[in-house]
């Protein structure tokens, strides 16, 4: 009906089909859907949805785009043959114009060799199932990056070796004697994106969407009201889908395929300090560039160490949060009182670390408007977010925690006025 009405008024219109809602559907079902579209229409098929993925014994999937899958997911190879198998024409989500839902509000992902691994794998796609199309963005935006020159040069025949090319691009950005160190520095990025980072609802649509004006939700209910505990995350009237697509209650998102949070959790937090670790080291390297970077590129070295240091702040709220989740629950199941004060002890000082983050994050997004922004939900980590969630964070800890620190404490004592 679509493609009739369409094509009654544009004969020669491209209708597209995308598949990303089921890509988690049992593969007989998907071949007979493709099997009824109609003549012509084109499929559209994501890279890395559902990519699983194998972390100390555990079963994690990559959840939603990520550029931590260099190679493809099984929805996305089986679904790919089968239409190729049946003629039909394939485009790939493939996000290469260099964003990802990885980090919420930066422009790109800077891992170039992750994405010259997902250039290998896209190459493959083309010659396996002609997958001879990309769709490069979602609503990200465009930003140009070291990522989209890769693309641009590499997607273009003759074809050129990427190592070479992301050689000559960091010398052209930080000049011959820093381009090595900028090099090392992305390397241990792309490694650590590929190794650490598991592409997980939890995060992405949680501390990892806007990063560090993520709030903290203190677990225990002690509203007189019995309300719930989400809040609303504040964002411009008006925007796409602005709060809508931020869970503020960071909690276990199950589904199948993947082990229960419980499990997963211990996990992910390690692997996101490994990730964690492994900006920071990049960014020293970066660091040790300043001076071996001519003058007239050091505004672009600037805006890298920027770049990374957003990253690495989001990176640090993420591991807050899924810390203070684990607290939490610790807390709500603990067994006496002094095991209480302990846990309500490691969550202030934990929350006091995670101000120090935020309030650290304020001179990296005045320094760069790009940052903490995204066309779909507009701003959500400028300055006033970030004040904004420092203001949070200290009610709460003045009014819920310390609250609920005197409930633990309260004296057994009946008050004496009360009838007997």
């Known amino acids: 009906m679509v493609c009739n009405a369409v094509r009654k008024a544009k004969p020669d219109a491209l209708v597209i089909f995308n598949t990303y809602n089921w890509y988690y559907a049992e593969p007989a079902v998907r071949r007979r859907f493709i099997d009824h579209l109609p003549p012509g229409v084109m499929v559209q098929i994501t ?48 996000n290469t114009a260099g964003a990802t839902w990885d980090f919420g509000v930066i422009p790109y992902v800077p891992v170039p060799q992750q994405w010259l691994r997902r250039f290998a794998s896209l190459d493959h796609a083309r010659e396996a199932w002609k997958v001879e199309s990309y769709y490069d963005n979602h609503h990200y935006g465009w930003y140009p990056s070291v990522v989209t020159d890769l693309g641009r040069m590499l997607f273009w025949e003759p074809r050129n070796d990427g190592a070479t090319l992301l050689r000559q691009l ?22 650590a994106m590929r190794d650490d980072y598991i592409a997980s609802n939890e995060e992405q649509y949680g501390p990892l969407r806007v990063g560090p004006s993520y709030p903290l939700i203190f677990h ?21 889908f602005g709060w809508q697509i931020i869970k ?45 970077t001519p003058e007239r590129k050091r505004e672009a070295l600037e805006y890298q160490i920027n770049l990374g240091g957003f990253i690495a702040s989001s990176i640090l709220t993420a591991c807050h949060v899924k810390e203070w ?81 005197e409930l633990v404490n309260l004296p057994p004592k009946v008050n004496p006025g009360q009838v007997r």
Not at 358 to 380: C, K, N
């Open 47 to 94: 890279f890395e949805m559902g990519r699983e993925i194998e972390r100390e014994g555990l079963l994690c999937q990559v959840r939603d785009y990520s550029i931590s899958a260099d190679r493809p997911g099984y929805y996305f190879t089986s679904e790919s043959e089968y239409a190729h198998s049946k003629g039909i024409a394939i485009l790939c989500t493939a």
């Open 170 to 191: 960091a010398v052209r950005d930080f000049g011959a004697e820093a381009a090595p160190l900028a090099l090392e520095c992305w390397q241990l990025w792309s490694d």
């Open 220 to 240: 225990p209910n002690i509203t007189r009201t019995m309300g719930g505990k989400e809040i609303q995350f504040p964002t411009t009237p008006g925007a796409h």
């Open 248 to 292: 503020t209650l960071y909690q276990p998102y199950e589904s199948t395929r993947q082990s229960p949070g419980f499990l997963r959790f211990p996990v992910e937090l390690r692997a996101l300090r490994r990730l964690h670790e492994a900006f920071r080291k990049g960014l020293a390297l970066l660091e040790k560039a300043r001076p071996l």
């Open 325 to 405: 989740y684990l607290l939490n629950v610790k807390l709500m199941a603990a067994e006496s009182a002094a095991e209480a004060n302990g846990l309500l002890d490691r969550l202030e000082a934990l929350a006091l670390a995670e101000i120090a983050n935020a309030e650290a994050a304020i001179p990296l997004v005045q320094a760069d408007s790009r940052l903490g922004w995204e066309p779909s939900m507009e701003y959500v980590t400028d300055a006033w977010h970030l004040d904004w969630k420092i203001r949070q964070v200290r009610t709460m800890l003045d009014g819920e925690l310390r609250a609920f620190r």
